[in-house]
């Protein structure tokens, strides 16, 4: 199936996304769970009224209907949270790499690496349309990164759907993310903050490689 007719998420292709489906797939369990038996509460009521009168109203039926959804929502939070910490640790990074957003384009540097920068611009002849850009991120795979971001005008937000990784560029402040790519290929994204008139066309390349390739990669950019 395309993915453009896909009901569910991009493929993972971080550890942070695949906690991300996890935990969505988890709390659907609980959400289809409750829809369930709402509407069996429901049918039940509207058919066995004389039932319903005369057994909901004890004291402890009501501590049920009040503890259950005290427990359900503890149940929910508490993945919730390992979830929104893990994106926010950043664990020995190999290397740095700030992002900064204008009106509108992107720009990077390696801080890093002798200050290599480059900006990225939209390729209006590109297919897919709207999403490939002059000028990739070049990055290696399996190796944690610091990503710094932050802009010079409005407020942007780097986004890709794929790694799991959303932070926004806001300007005069850093923001940090954890990005380590499971496996070598071509993820995009685009600004997902409405920055402007041309908002849409700020779209986002990375290109993830083997550690050993990289080196050999980078300066050529």
């Given at each position: 199936m395309p993915m453009w007719m896909s009901l569910s998420f991009q493929d993972s292709n971080s550890m942070f996304m695949e906690n991300l489906m996890f935990l969505h797939d988890q709390i659907m369990v609980f959400l289809m769970s409750i829809t369930a038996l709402i509407l069996y509460l429901m049918v039940t009521f509207y058919t066995s009224s004389f039932f319903w009168r005369k057994n909901l109203e004890h004291q402890d039926i009501e501590i049920f209907w009040t503890s259950l959804p005290a427990v359900i929502l503890t149940m929910m939070a508490t993945p919730s949270l390992k979830v929104l910490y893990f994106s926010e640790e950043v664990v020995s990074p190999s290397m740095t790499l700030k992002t900064i957003g204008?009106?509108?384009?992107?720009?990077?540097e390696y801080s890093e690496m002798k200050k290599i920068q480059f900006d990225s611009y939209m390729l209006n002849d590109s297919i897919p349309r709207l999403i490939q850009t002059n000028n990739h991120i070049v990055c290696p795979s399996k190796t944690p990164i610091r990503l710094i971001v932050t802009s010079t005008d409005v407020i942007h937000s780097w986004t890709i759907p794929s790694l799991g990784v959303k932070a926004d560029a806001i300007p005069g402040r850093l923001n940090q993310l954890f990005l380590l790519v499971s496996r070598p290929g071509i993820y995009t994204g685009q600004c997902s903050e409405i920055c402007g008139t041309n908002?849409?066309?700020?779209?986002?390349?990375?290109?993830?490689?083997?550690?050993s390739e990289f080196l050999k990669s980078i300066k050529n950019i």
């Open positions: 204008h009106q509108w384009f992107w720009s990077y908002h849409s066309f700020m779209p986002i390349t990375l290109s993830s490689i083997p550690s």
